[in-house]
């Protein structure tokens, strides 16, 4: 008797608990909702009020939504401020915003002020570059812009999808950068031996960048997660697990490729203009000639490079001297290590880039084919 019992108590608990895990399920099903961001202009915006406490406080504004399935639909709202700059959206009439809207599927709806609406100042100042890059480029500036164009879209249609993919990031990111090279100089220079001795050397320079920070990342056991973007891709849906270090080296492979091909057209462009002007120049003397180009432009490349990582790093090392940290105690953080690998090695990349170019330069300026080109040009001018 006593087991029936037992039996028929056990019994009623799961039913209870079916029936409470059943209303469960209908509440959160009640409950479901779809995010979108869309885009919306504050018709109103009151001035800060005192919230509960010190901490809090209060925008009463109204908004109008200008995108999706209810634009031109109009909302009063509390915007929360909470005195954190990082989060704190305060707004005034008329500005633009980006809403985030959340539809229940019982009709309902709630909405909040998700950031500023920033794609129209980034449509002025895109539109003024290329204005500028045309005028005073003209016809190479219009290739310049294609080129662009087309380097941004390898990196974004093609580089990062087959990174996001679990292929080896720096295989990628040397293919890529070759690729962004060959397209970019012979786009903008033609093809002729000028260019050709350009891409290799630039090619050469960047995949030096990336093998001299291989070698010093594994030597001071960099661990590439200094970055809060890093420690992000941990938890990606794709449920990819990437090698950070392979990370930081295409980073630092990408980071080096504009000033390489800066440095590699430049000094291919004037060993050829050195030879025209004066074509009986030995190689030895040729090529020390596009040496010293390349010492005379390096500081400037190295300075453009190494700026370019302090320009992101400012906020931290303000940190850092408001504290009165140690200089070995700063150097020996994962994140500054990291910087310094990689302006050193993109540096150091840069550098090398010189003598090949003014090698391969000097070379294929001296082949057959200048000599005849040159013997032709001196044969119309007579």
């Known amino acids: 008797m006593r087991k029936i019992l037992a039996l028929i108590m056990i019994l009623l608990i799961l039913a209870i ?4 895990f059943s209303q469960e399920m209908d509440l959160d099903q009640d409950l479901e909702f779809e995010n979108f961001i869309v885009r919306g202009t504050v018709l109103e915006a009151s001035e800060i009020m005192d919230g509960e406490n010190e901490f ?3 925008q009463e504004v109204k908004l109008r939504i200008d995108s999706g399935e209810r634009k031109g639909t109009e909302i009063t709202i509390e915007n929360a401020i909470t005195e954190q700059a990082n989060y704190d959206i305060i707004v005034k009439q008329g500005q ?31 539109l003024a570059f290329i204005i500028l890059v045309v005028v005073i480029g003209k016809w190479k500036g219009i290739k310049s812009l294609i080129s662009l164009v087309v380097t941004i879209g390898t990196i974004l249609f093609v580089m990062l999808p087959l990174i996001l993919k679990g292929l080896n990031p720096i295989l990628v990111s040397v293919v890529t950068a070759v690729f962004v ?32 920070a291989f070698i010093f990342s594994n030597t001071a056991s960099l661990t590439g997660l200094s970055a809060e973007e890093s420690m992000m891709l941990l938890y990606i849906p794709q449920g990819i697990q990437f090698n ?29 203009e050195i030879h025209y002007a004066n074509p ?13 180009v390349g010492r005379d432009i390096m500081g400037t490349m190295i300075n453009t490079l190494i700026l370019a990582y302090v320009g992101t790093s400012i906020p931290i090392l303000l940190v850092f001297m408001a504290y009165n940290t140690e200089l070995n105690k700063v150097f020996n953080l994962d994140i500054i ?8 090695a993109g540096s150091m990349g840069l550098i090398l880039t010189i003598p090949i170019t003014a090698l391969i330069a000097t070379n ?17 001018r007579n």
């Not at 970019?184 to 002729?192: A, D, E, K, R, S």
């Not at 290799?200 to 995949?207: N, P, W």
């Not at 290590?337 to 050193?344: F, G, I, K, P, Q």
């Open 181 to 212: 090279t060959v397209i970019t100089i012979f786009l903008v220079g033609g093809i002729n031996n000028k260019t050709i001795a350009a891409i290799i050397g630039t090619s050469f320079g960047v995949v030096s960048a990336g093998i001299i």
């Open 56 to 58: 809090f406080h209060i």
């Open 17 to 20: 608990n079916g029936v409470t």
């Open 364 to 380: 294929l300026i001296k082949s057959n084919k200048s000599d005849k080109h040159r013997k032709k040009s001196k044969e119309v």
């Open 96 to 126: 633009k915003v980006s809403i985030m809207l959340e539809e229940y599927k019982d009709g309902t709806f709630e909405v909040y002020i998700a950031d500023y609406y920033l794609i129209n100042s980034l449509v002025y100042i895109i």
């Open 244 to 272: 950070f270090r392979h990370l930081l080296f295409a980073g630092i492979i990408m980071g080096a490729l504009g000033a390489a091909m800066d440095v590699g057209i430049s000094i291919s462009s004037s060993i050829h």
């Open 337 to 344: 290590a990291t910087e310094v690998v990689r302006s050193l």
């Open 280 to 292: 009986e120049l030995s190689k030895i003397r040729l090529f020390k000639s596009g040496m010293n």
